[in-house]
C-alpha cells in the first residue's frame, strides 16, 4: 500500500467501504498474531515529570496535582499482582521522572526478574544511554517510546525540549533496538495540527521501523494543558480524534505490520467506554494494558481526563478486561507474548 492509498483509507467514513477494511485488518490480525490477547499490567511508578509537554496533564508546569513516587516495595506488591491476575507482562510507566535513578529502577527491575516470570517492559520518557543499556543488562525486556507524530515541527512545538537537550525519538528507538529491547512505539491521533498526510507517513514509519509494539489512541484534550486550554486554529487537513479514524489507522497498521503487537488503547477506551476495547480488538489489535497502578494513585495519574477505571482495584480492572474479551470471541494470551512467541501462545 502506498502513501496515498493508506491517506485515502485514513479518511474513508463509507460504512460498506471501512467494513471491507476492517475485515481485512480483522484476517491478517487472525493469520499473524491468532486469537490470544495479550494483557500487560499497566503500573504508573511516578507521576513527576521533568517534562513540559503541551498535550500530557503529568507536564512539569502543572502544579495543581500531588506527585508521588512509589517505593520499591510498592512497585513489587504491583508486579505480583500482576501476575496473580493472570497477565505476563508488567510494564512501567511513569513522568520522565530523575528522581527515579538509573539504581532504583536497575534494582525494580532485578527484584521482579528474581521474584516473578513477568516480562518487563519500561516507558519511562527518553532516559540516558548509559540508563537504558544497565537496565537492559538488569534484564528489562522491552522499552516503549511513542514518537508521538513524524512531523518534525509539530512534535517540536508540543514537546519541548529538556534544556539544550534535543532528542530525536526516532533514532532513540533505533538504540533501544540495538541493545536488543522489543521496541514499542506509536502515536497521538488527532493532535492539532496533525495532517491525514502526516498521520500517513507516521503508519508508513511504523513498518519501515520494524516496530515490536504499537500503540495509538485518540489525542483527548486536558483543561490543564497549553494545548488543551488554548488549542491552535484547526488546520487544513486536520485528523479527527475520532474512534472512526482511530480504527482505521489501527486496521492500516495491522495490514502494513502484521506481526507486531498492537493494543486496543485506554485512550480508545475512553472515548467510548462501553465499546472501546472490542472496537481495537475487532481493527487488528491483540493486546490490552489494564490498570494495575494501586487505587489512591490512579487519580493522579491523569495524562488526560476522565481516563477508564480511575475508582478500580486491580482484580477487579483485571477480571472486567477478561470478561470482555471472551464475550468478544477471543482467547486470553498466556506468557509473556513478545513479538515473536505471540502465534504460538494462540495454539496452546
Ligand atoms: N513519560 C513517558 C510516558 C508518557 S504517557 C513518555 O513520554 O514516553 C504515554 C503516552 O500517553 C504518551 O506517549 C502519549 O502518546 C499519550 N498521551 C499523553 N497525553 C495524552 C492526551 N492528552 N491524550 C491522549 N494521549 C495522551
Known amino acids: 500500500m502506498n502513501k ?9 467514513r463509507d460504512p460498506v467501504k471501512l467494513q ?12 499473524y498474531v491468532g486469537e490470544a ?9 511516578s507521576n513527576y515529570c521533568a517534562r513540559q509537554c503541551a498535550y ?17 516495595d510498592e512497585i513489587l506488591t504491583g508486579a505480583k499482582r500482576a501476575m496473580e491476575c493472570g497477565f505476563g507482562t508488567v510494564v512501567m510507566q511513569s513522568g520522565e521522572d530523575y528522581g527515579m535513578d538509573k539504581a532504583f529502577i536497575t534494582e525494580v527491575i532485578c527484584r521482579i526478574k528474581t521474584e516473578t516470570p513477568l516480562a ?11 540508563e537504558l543499556l544497565e537496565w537492559r543488562n538488569a534484564g528489562a525486556d522491552r522499552y516503549l517510546l511513542r ?86 486554529a484547526a488546520c487544513e ?11 482505521n489507522a489501527l486496521a492500516l497498521t495491522r495490514i502494513l505490520c502484521p506481526d507486531t503487537n498492537i493494543p486496543a488503547t485506554t485512550a480508545l ?21 489494564p490498570n494495575v497502578t494501586p487505587k489512591q494513585y490512579r487519580a493522579l495519574y491523569q495524562i488526560y481526563p476522565s481516563k477508564v477505571c480511575i475508582d478500580e482495584t486491580p482484580e477487579y480492572t483485571a477480571k472486567l478486561v477478561q470478561e470482555r474479551i471472551i464475550a468478544a470471541h477471543r482467547t486470553i494470551g498466556k506468557g509473556p507474548g513478545g513479538r515473536f512467541d505471540a502465534h504460538t501462545e494462540t495454539e496452546e
Open 237 to 247: 487537513d486536520q485528523v479527527a480524534a475520532d474512534e472512526t479514524t482511530v480504527c
Open 20 to 31: 471491507e477494511l476492517w475485515n481485512r485488518a480483522d484476517a491478517v490480525r487472525r493469520k
Open 269 to 289: 477506551a475512553t472515548i467510548d467506554k462501553a465499546h472501546g476495547y472490542e472496537e481495537g480488538l475487532a481493527r487488528g489489535a491483540n493486546v490490552i494494558m
Open 120 to 130: 518487563v517492559t519500561l516507558s519511562l520518557g527518553e532516559r540516558k544511554d548509559d
Open 4 to 12: 496515498k492509498q493508506v491517506e485515502v483509507w485514513l479518511r474513508e
Open 56 to 72: 500530557c496533564g503529568l507536564f512539569a508546569g502543572n502544579t495543581s496535582i500531588p506527585r508521588y513516587r512509589m517505593t520499591i
Open 147 to 232: 514518537f508521538e507524530t513524524s512531523d518534525a515541527a509539530l512534535f517540536d512545538a508540543i514537546h519541548p525540549p529538556l534544556g539544550r537537550r534535543r532528542v530525536d525519538r526516532i533514532a532513540f528507538l533505533k538504540k533501544l533496538q540495538s541493545m536488543g529491547y522489543e521496541t514499542g512505539s506509536g502515536v497521538m491521533i488527532g493532535i492539532p495540527g496533525q495532517t491525514y498526510a502526516t498521520l500517513a507517513n507516521d503508519i508508513l514509519l511504523f513498518q519501515s521501523l520494524d516496530l515490536d509494539m504499537i500503540g495509538m489512541g485518540p489525542y483527548i484534550p486536558h483543561p490543564g494543558t497549553r494545548l488543551g486550554s488554548t488549542p491552535p
Open 37 to 45: 490477547v495479550h494483557l500487560r499490567g499497566l503500573l504508573e511508578i
